[in-house]
């Protein structure tokens, strides 16, 4: 068994709020998920906050918890503003509430004699905290936690820059013991919820607002990404998670395959076509299309490209219309808009292009057999299906579209974007009369048809559909909150003046 015990356990919710009575609802809520939180004393708004908040934790003494206090220094990275003497006053108390472990800063323990914190009555239990915000330093190849001033563990919490950086810290959590990995940043994230697997002793995850760059809610660590569940057995099980991977370079993404034990991934732009020279193998029509969206990582560590977008367009498209002579516009002429004209145009459509680039719109209207219309042409000819292939109208540029209602002449019009669900082209199309096809449904196929590829297995459509079309309805319902109280606070300053 680990420091904090197994499990859910080693998750860690990190409890900040400027007034005791917020932490106090924080605390209870946090463990309604988890039996382990930190406590970050610093970021309370004042000394008597911390009185009122600690008196708190000793009166109501939850049962079968394990709390970690910090009282982190702006100095080491923290909202405190007092000394290394207050600082530890607090821990003292924290202890005397019920604390049994406490966070200390390795610039805190610097300034003690002997560099030891073990003459004070702090919790009884020390995790030793190194903190850099700006890169990620060169580490030890091990650290043994008993070694560095007669502390239980040690955290290294670092910025990763690349996601070589966060593969470093992966590794010293892999070779070391009573050790916490805390990649931070958005290059770090799939490394801070892969820590728990390789060996780290806690993950930490926000209760209320986030604390340290990348660091990511205890819901959607514990419910969306499984953290404390993860091992390395292969997919086919299926003991495996799909993360967000930021991508600035590909061969830094590459070199970390084998080390995160990724054995499939989606590809975005604009990564699709350049992912094309890296692979073993790539299927004939991802090939002829030149852009592949999905790879399975073989066996051998060999990359097999495809390309399941043209799928989402056929199945998205193919139940309401029927697609062998039809007569079809694609907007724009990216990796998208190819995958569509492949589509279409190899279930017998006939495809016109019509593209601001006019080479690359030659180019594919070449490659399917089709022709390229001119923005004009649009007012008088007639299409089955119109369908956006460009970003225009994309989060969180919802508000445009990429044509008028004077250049909807069609049966149905479907957008290739997926948020917002409704575009502002999909509005007109309806204002109009005409049918319309969400981008959510291409994302939905493509989807299924990369789930099976990776996994082997048939997968649960219904399931899929239900999560996808709930995270897009809450991002949505975010969103309007977010734009009342912006209103609400613009018309409130208003009235004010």
Known sequence: MGLFGTGLRRICAVVAASTAAEMANLVRSALRQTRTVELRLDCLSSDAERVRFLAWLRKSKPRNATFLATCRRREGGGKFAGGVDRELCWLIQAREAGCQWCDLEVETLRKLPGQSVREYPVPSHILLSVHDFERTPDLPRTINAPAHGGVDAVKIAAQARSIHDSVRLLRLARSSRNFVAVPMGEA?????????????????????????????????????????????????????????????????????????????FSVTLPHKQTILKHLKECEPLAAEIGAVNTVVVRSDGSLHGCNTDYLGVLRALEKKLQLQGSRALILGAGGAARAAAFALSRAGGIVSICARREKAAKELARAIGGEVLPRRALRTEFFDAILNATPLGMHPHRGISPLSPGDLHCRIVMDLIYRPRRTQLLKLAAKKGISTVSGVEMFLAQGIAQWEMWTGKRAPEASMRRAVLAALRAEELLRKGTHNDTRTSIRTATERS
């Open 188 to 264: 770090g994230l799939p490394a801070r919820i892969l820590a728990l697997r390789e060996g780290s002793a806690l993950a930490y995850a926000a209760v209320g607002a986030a604390t340290a760059p990348g660091q990511v809610s205890l819901h959607e660590m514990k419910h969306l990404y499984r953290a404390h569940a993860l091992t390395r057995r292969t997919p086919r099980g299926v003991d495996a998670v799909y993360l967000p991977f930021l991508v600035r370079r590909l061969g830094d993404f590459l070199a970390a395959v084998s080390e995160f034990g990724i054995r499939g």
